[in-house]
């Protein structure tokens, strides 16, 4: 199916398309997928999607970070400053810097859980089960021991 143009050339009719093969002509534009350019130009589109995608949760991860880090601030000196001292151990805490050490590892994970929610279910429900397993483990250990 060579047109009138000269050797190489597609027939006027599939003039902004590209040919597969001679059933289908698939349309080539904007607002389909690359299927008709190189490989090096799908690759490089599909790269720029990504690295967008990248920067719009980037972005989202920023501002849920800033958010929270300013709520837990502003809540520390009520009830999840007095939570987080009764529930850390005398030699995690640090003093004066726990406001902020505790604040930002809040913040952190509160805006890594906004983004991306199932991987970190996923990783504390994994979290919880090591340490249920380890729990019985040293139960089961620490009764087979002989203390005398």
């Not at 199916?1 to 027939?11: A, C, H, S, V, Y």
């Not at 690359?34 to 972005?59: D, F, K, W």
């Not at 809040?106 to 970190?120: E, Y």
Request: net charge positive; hydrophobic share 50%; with cysteine.
């Amino acid at each position: 199916m060579r047109g009138q143009g000269g050797k190489g050339t597609l027939p006027s009719s599939t003039q902004g398309r590209c040919r597969r093969d001679a059933r289908a002509a698939l349309p080539c534009g904007p607002h389909f997928l690359p299927i008709c350019r190189p490989a090096s130009a799908r690759l490089s589109y599909y790269r720029r999607a990504y690295q967008e995608a990248n920067m719009t949760v980037t972005l989202i991860w920023l501002i849920a970070f800033a958010v929270i880090l300013f709520l837990a601030l502003r809540a520390w000196d009520g009830a999840l400053g007095q939570m987080v001292m009764r529930r850390i151990p005398a030699m995690l805490q640090l003093g004066s810097d726990d406001r902020w050490v505790w604040s930002i590892a809040l913040a952190v994970l509160g805006a890594t859980f906004i983004v991306n929610p199932v991987s970190m279910l996923l990783t504390v429900i994994l979290l919880a089960l090591f340490f249920w397993v380890g729990k019985r483990v040293g139960c089961w250990l620490m009764r087979r021991v002989k203390f005398h």
